[in-house]
C-alpha cells in the first residue's frame, strides 16, 4: 500500500473578491472565518449543527449570472462561486431582520447594539413582550442536547406561545446546571434563567454553583 497520503480535493471561490480555498463539506460561513472575513452571525456555534434560525448570515452568492441571497452558516463552500458579504442587497435584508428582531426581543442589549450598527434605530414591528430577550434561535437546546448530551431544555409551544422551557413545562433533574447554555446563548436571554436554575439544582443536591 502507498504510503502517500492522499492530497485533499479542495474547493476554490471568492469572498469579497479574495481567493479562498476550503476543504470539503465546509460552508461558507467556516470558510470565511478560516480566513478572518467576518459575517455577523446570531444562532451559529462552531461546537453545534448549524440550523439557519436567526438568518444574520446572509450573503450574496454569484454564480452562472445569477446572484441570490444564501445563509451563509448553512450554504455549502461551491467551486467558482463569488461570494459577496456585506453588498447594500445584504446589508438591506440584514436591517429588515434585525428590525424583526428588535421588536421580537427589545429588551436585548446584543439585539439593540447590532441593530445601531446596522443603523436601526427603530422597528416597524409590533412587539408583543417589552421584557422578552429571547430570539427563539434554538442555540441553547441544542447545546445542552449536543454538547452536554443532556436535553435539559426544548422548544415549547408554538407560533407566538413558542419558547424555550422544559420538556413537558415540568421541573428537569436532568439539569446540571453546568452553563453551557449561558455560555452560547447571543441575546443575555439565559442568564436570568439560569440563575434560578441554579438556586434549585443548589437546593436539590446540596451544592452551590459559583456564577
Ligand atoms: S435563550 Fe438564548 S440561545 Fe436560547 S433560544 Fe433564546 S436567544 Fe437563543
Ligand atoms: S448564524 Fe446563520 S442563520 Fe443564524
Known amino acids: 500500500m502507498s504510503k502517500t497520503k492522499k492530497k485533499?480535493?479542495?474547493?476554490?471561490?471568492?469572498?469579497?473578491g479574495q481567493e479562498v480555498q476550503a476543504k470539503e463539506g465546509w460552508t461558507v460561513l467556516e470558510t470565511a472565518r478560516h480566513y478572518g472575513i467576518h459575517i455577523p452571525t446570531l444562532c451559529y456555534h462552531e461546537a453545534v449543527q448549524p440550523s439557519g434560525a436567526c438568518r444574520l448570515c446572509v450573503v450574496e452568492a454569484r454564480e452562472g449570472g445569477?446572484?441570490?441571497?444564501?445563509?451563509s452558516c448553512m450554504y455549502p463552500s461551491r467551486e467558482g462561486v463569488e461570494i459577496l458579504t456585506d453588498t447594500e442587497r445584504i446589508r438591506n435584508v440584514r436591517r429588515w431582520i434585525l428590525e424583526m428582531l428588535l421588536a421580537e426581543c427589545p429588551a436585548s442589549k446584543?439585539?439593540?447594539q447590532l441593530a445601531e450598527e446596522y443603523g436601526v434605530k427603530s422597528t416597524r414591528f409590533k412587539s408583543e413582550d417589552p421584557e422578552q430577550q429571547c430570539i427563539l434561535c434554538g442555540l441553547c437546546v441544542r447545546a445542552c442536547e449536543e454538547i452536554v448530551g443532556v436535553r435539559a431544555i426544548s422548544f415549547g409551544s408554538r407560533?407566538?406561545?413558542?419558547?424555550i422551557a422544559t420538556p413537558y413545562m415540568i421541573p428537569n433533574q436532568a439539569c446540571i446546571a453546568c452553563g453551557s447554555c449561558v455560555s452560547v446563548c447571543p441575546t443575555g436571554a439565559m442568564q436570568a434563567r439560569m440563575d434560578k436554575v441554579r438556586g434549585d439544582v443548589s437546593q436539590?443536591?446540596?451544592?452551590?454553583y459559583a456564577h
Open 8 to 16: 485533499e480535493n479542495m474547493i476554490h471561490f471568492t469572498i469579497d
Open 66 to 71: 445569477r446572484s441570490k441571497v444564501v445563509i
Open 159 to 163: 407560533g407566538v406561545s413558542k419558547h
Open 204 to 208: 436539590r443536591t446540596g451544592h452551590g
Open 110 to 112: 446584543e439585539i439593540a
